[in-house]
């Protein structure tokens, strides 16, 4: 997964070419014009230039992301509402793209089209891209006219959730710059400035250092001299750590250790919520019944802490009970305020309604949250890294006294 990631970031670098490439070729009869000597490598510059032209168009069929997502469905709900049919929205799409990756996936649907299958149907040949709750929904939407709509709740909500994700990003980038800084201007100081101290003051007769001073100049000494081993070490931890929160039992560990966090974890539970209640009101809306809905989710939400939330609910709505019954002693997860809410919407036929008005509660709170994260972490960051540097200078201080009372100043 890692690195199809990687993969897809080295493709996006690469379709800046095509840019440049026609105007390449418009330089090679002009090459050739002046200088005969470089025509019988025209013919191999062409050929390469063809190479790379397909190698883009076949590395961009891998590319398909988020945001091409967003710009399918808004772009086939445009087309669906002025009366165009899905097959004839599917052609445009393919011809008027500069995508290979949603040219290729248009042009392969709307073939499954026209051979007789359903636009559902068609979309379980990508399923890399399309989940089950995207297939189910649109599913319904056929059912019931209402692909158009269905198609604007869709993009809306991978818009929301892609727009989301950078607010998140942009939010925590100040304070990861700053710590990184931080952290490689210490090591620097430990591995660099600090032993040049040292061997300034053993150069003199000098008294013997403090007892914390011996100790920062052992592990200035450790960290100069095992450099190398330091860094294996750390990426060992670093890849086993990878491993074992790869697996479902140590993501369910790492998702309870952020839930814990103070701040972190109330951002989190909120984040979670609101995807919870957008893909619940968006299956209700298409009419999908409460157990297949609870089984989606299980699939969408991908977080193991949720889990064992939706399989109760399932079991629990296979023999009659209703939602809240089922998730009302899950607090940590499910607030017992939306609980409530959930409860007073399912006795009303509300429900709907009812998920509106917990995403509206909890997004402006989350919104809240993510503006204030790096006004939060920045003052505890100075105020520790302040600290780190007080520290050392005190014990810097130290090894200069003693050098000048070793030449009586």
Same mark, same amino acid.
């Given at each position: 997964?890692?690195?199809?990631?990687?993969?897809?970031?080295?493709?996006? +670098?690469?379709?800046?070419?095509?840019?440049?490439?026609?105007?390449?070729? +418009?330089?090679?009869?002009?090459?050739?014009?002046?200088?005969?000597?470089?025509?019988?490598?025209?013919? @191999?510059?062409?050929?390469?230039?063809?190479?790379?032209?397909?190698?883009?168009?076949?590395?961009?069929?891998?590319?398909?992301?988020?945001?091409?997502?967003?710009?399918?469905?808004?772009?086939?709900?445009?087309?669906?509402?002025?009366?165009?049919?899905?097959?004839?929205?599917?052609?445009?799409?393919?011809?008027?793209?500069?995508?290979?990756?949603?040219?290729?996936?248009?042009?392969? !649907?709307?073939?499954?089209?026209?051979?007789?299958?359903?636009?559902?149907?068609?979309?379980? @040949?990508?399923?890399?891209?399309?989940?089950?709750?995207?297939?189910?929904?649109?599913?319904?939407?056929?059912?019931?006219? %209402?692909?158009?709509? !269905?198609?604007?709740?869709?993009?809306?909500?991978?818009?929301?959730?892609?727009?989301?994700? $950078?607010?998140?990003?942009?939010?925590?980038?100040?304070?990861?710059?700053?710590?990184?800084?931080?952290?490689?201007?210490?090591?620097?100081?430990?591995?660099?400035?600090?032993?040049?101290?040292?061997?300034?003051?053993?150069?003199?007769?000098?008294?013997?250092?403090?007892?914390?001073?011996?100790?920062?100049?052992?592990?200035?000494?450790?960290?100069?001299?095992?450099?190398? $081993?330091?860094?294996?070490?750390?990426?060992?931890?670093?890849?086993?750590?990878?491993?074992?929160?790869?697996?479902?039992?140590?993501?369910?560990?790492?998702?309870?250790?952020?839930? $814990?966090?103070?701040?972190?974890?109330?951002?989190?539970?909120?984040?979670?919520?609101?995807?919870?209640?957008?893909?619940?009101?968006?299956?209700?809306?298409?009419?999908?019944?409460?157990?297949?809905?609870?089984?989606?989710?299980?699939?969408?939400?991908?977080?193991?802490?949720?889990?064992?939330?939706?399989?109760?609910?399932?079991?629990?709505?296979?023999?009659?009970? $209703?939602?809240?019954?089922?998730?009302?002693?899950?607090?940590?997860?499910?607030?017992?305020?939306?609980?409530?809410?959930?409860?007073?919407?399912?006795?009303?036929?509300?429900?709907?309604?009812?998920?509106?008005?917990?995403?509206?509660? +909890?997004?402006?709170?989350?919104?809240?949250?993510?503006?204030?994260?790096?006004?939060?972490?920045?003052?505890?960051?100075?105020?520790?890294?302040?600290?780190?540097?007080?520290?050392?200078?005190?014990?810097?201080?130290?090894?200069?006294? %003693?050098?000048?009372?070793?030449?009586?100043?």
């Amino acid at each position: 997964m890692v690195i199809r990631k990687n993969y897809k970031k080295i493709v996006n +670098y690469l379709l800046f070419i095509p840019h440049y490439l026609p105007f390449i070729s +418009y330089l090679f009869p002009i090459i050739s014009h002046l200088s005969p000597v470089y025509s019988p490598f025209i013919p @191999r510059l062409l050929m390469f230039d063809n190479l790379i032209k397909q190698f883009i168009a076949e590395s961009d069929k891998w590319s398909f992301g988020s945001k091409d997502k967003i710009l399918l469905f808004k772009e086939l709900w445009h087309l669906l509402q002025w009366g165009v049919g899905i097959a004839e929205s599917l052609e445009i799409l393919s011809q008027n793209t500069d995508n290979f990756a949603i040219r290729d996936i248009c042009s392969t !649907l709307r073939e499954q089209i026209i051979q007789g299958k359903s636009f559902s149907n068609a979309l379980l @040949r990508f399923p890399e891209h399309f989940d089950d709750t995207d297939i189910a929904t649109i599913q319904s939407g056929e059912s019931s006219g %209402n692909l158009d709509s !269905l198609l604007a709740m869709l993009g809306a909500e991978y818009a929301y959730l892609n727009t989301l994700k $950078n607010k998140f990003i942009g939010a925590l980038t100040y304070p990861m710059i700053l710590i990184t800084i931080s952290f490689w201007a210490v090591i620097a100081l430990f591995v660099y400035v600090l032993p040049a101290i040292f061997e300034i003051a053993n150069q003199f007769d000098a008294q013997e250092l403090p007892w914390v001073t011996q100790q920062l100049k052992s592990f200035s000494d450790f960290l100069a001299g095992n450099g190398l $081993n330091i860094a294996w070490v750390g990426a060992f931890i670093v890849f086993a750590l990878f491993v074992v929160f790869s697996t479902e039992s140590g993501q369910k560990r790492w998702y309870e250790l952020l839930y $814990n966090i103070p701040v972190l974890g109330k951002m989190i539970q909120a984040y979670y919520l609101i995807r919870f209640s957008r893909y619940t009101k968006i299956l209700l809306w298409s009419g999908i019944n409460y157990v297949n809905i609870f089984k989606m989710l299980k699939n969408v939400i991908s977080n193991p802490i949720f889990t064992p939330l939706f399989d109760k609910t399932v079991a629990g709505l296979t023999r009659g009970q $209703n939602i809240y019954d089922c998730i009302k002693d899950d607090t940590k997860l499910i607030p017992s305020t939306v609980a409530a809410l959930i409860k007073v919407g399912e006795k009303t036929a509300t429900l709907w309604q009812t998920f509106e008005t917990v995403i509206s509660i +909890y997004q402006e709170e989350l919104d809240n949250y993510i503006a204030n994260l790096s006004k939060l972490i920045e003052p505890i960051m100075l105020v520790f890294i302040g600290g780190v540097v007080i520290m050392i200078a005190l014990w810097v201080f130290g090894v200069i006294m %003693n050098i000048m009372d070793s030449v009586n100043v």
